[in-house]
């Protein structure tokens, strides 16, 4: 991709800390021609290697399509904004070490949040410690939200385990004769996937749904073939996948050398990415995900965001894209408001207490949240249908019926 002019990016390799990319100034004094009061400086720690290094990218992306449009736009405060991304590994340990470097030895003026809920708390801990205002694209787990942070604000429409809550409400407005009788789980030892997968479970179990398959697995497994044994034998009507990206399209296809169909199949996160479909040859029509993002959506600032994504990156953005240009969106709007972009614990109480009392428009939609930075709405319910994946909960918002019986893949 070309960069625009304005932006300027520095990605870090976390092993080796060569810059891949331009460098921007860590000067403490603020005041060189690179930097200082005609930048604001905004550093990010991501996961560009290991287990979030998918994702990861995909936020890199949105943040970077962000920048690069802010700046076009006049800036933050009549300021371009200079993006410093270090790649902390999918890594707890180093991205706590990268948000204290970007703080304490690049004095960046704003720090946006990392992917994965596994790196949000250590990175969110940080944040407070420096009094910093924390927004952040993907840490949705129950946990996140329960460490007393006052400073995280989760720049997207629902927590973990709600993410499912149109499914499970459509299933149980079915007659009790027409809803699964059973139901297999297969959930990636992450909080995130396991919030997905376990807040549908609970919903389901309270509508009489069996348990029948229930198996949680490291980040990094890729052999799948057991435990798509014990889903397969298990018979389960319902398939639920608490997944990212690689480890949903490894079990997908393990469950199709072995001839599983269950009737509902549903899989968080990996649905969305564009490269789904190829990578599990093609059959995906009936699987269902949860998503927060729609290109189709008319919120006032989305059709700006997928012209300008798509003219950068040729394609439609996805769900970790928008995400992440929400994050700006939510920053931006509190910087705006208060009139300043500074790391002075003044500025940055300033912004956080702005947000706690105040609704932002997003190309998620408007977004409000609870004292501990949960966002007060609801997921979509995306599935493929006729090769496309397309809205189908709730109906109000429906692209296209819901398909209650999976095809064959």
């Known amino acids: 991709m070309t960069v625009p002019n304005g932006l300027r990016i520095t990605a870090l ?41 998918e994702p990861g990218k995909g936020v890199q992306q949105g943040y970077e399509a962000w920048a690069a449009y802010t700046n076009e736009n006049g800036g933050l405060l009549g300021r371009d904004v200079e993006l410093t991304i270090l790649d902390d590994q999918s890594n707890a340990d180093r ?42 694209p993907a840490g949705a787990a129950p946990e996140v939200f329960s460490q007393g942070f006052d400073n995280l604000f989760y720049a997207a429409p629902a927590v973990a385990d709600d993410h499912y809550n149109h499914l499970a409400d459509a299933i149980e407005a079915m007659p009790a004769a027409e809803r699964p009788q059973t139901a297999a789980y297969a959930a990636m030892d992450d909080p995130f996937a396991m919030g997905t997968a376990y807040g549908l479970k609970a919903r389901l179990e309270a509508m009489g749904v069996t348990t029948v398959a229930d198996e949680v697995y490291p980040p990094n497994t890729t052999d799948f073939s057991s435990i ?69 959506a008319d919120y006032p600032s989305n059709q700006e965001f997928v012209e300008f994504y798509t003219e950068e990156y040729g394609t439609a953005p996805g769900e970790d ?8 969106q939510v920053v931006a709007a509190a910087v705006e408001a208060v009139g300043c972009a500074d ?27 609870d004292a501990d930075g949960r966002p007060e709405g609801a997921h979509l319910i995306q599935q493929y249908v006729d090769g496309q994946i397309r809205i189908v909960l709730p109906e109000d918002a429906a692209e296209a019926e819901l398909i209650v019986e999976k095809p064959a893949w």
């Open 13 to 53: 390799a976390a092993a080796s800390c060569l810059a891949l990319t331009a460098c921007i100034s860590g000067d403490d004094q603020g005041t060189d021609a690179e930097g200082g009061d005609d930048t604001i400086r905004i550093g990010i720690s991501l996961p560009l290697t290991g287990d979030f290094a």
């Open 95 to 136: 991205v706590a070490a990268d948000y204290e470097r970007l703080i304490n030895e690049d004095g960046v003026d704003l720090v946006f949040g990392p992917f994965s809920t596994r790196l949000v708390i250590p990175a969110a801990q940080v944040a407070q410690d420096y009094g910093f205002l924390f927004v952040e």
């Open 228 to 296: 798509a044994a014990t889903i397969a034998s298990s018979d389960a009507d319902i398939m639920v996948g608490g997944s990212q990206y690689q480890d949903a399209v490894n079990l997908i296809l393990a469950l199709q050398q072995l001839d599983y169909q269950p009737r509902m199949a549903a899989f968080s996160t990996a649905p969305t990415n564009p490269e789904f479909p190829e990578a599990i040859g093609e059959k995906t029509e009936g699987i269902l995900s949860p998503t927060g993002y729609t290109p189709e």
């Open 321 to 328: 894209q928008a995400n992440a240009w929400t994050t700006g």
């Open 343 to 369: 790391p002075e614990p003044d500025c940055q109480q300033q912004l956080i207490d702005w947000l706690h009392e105040n609704e932002v428009e997003t190309v998620v939609g408007p977004l409000s949240w």
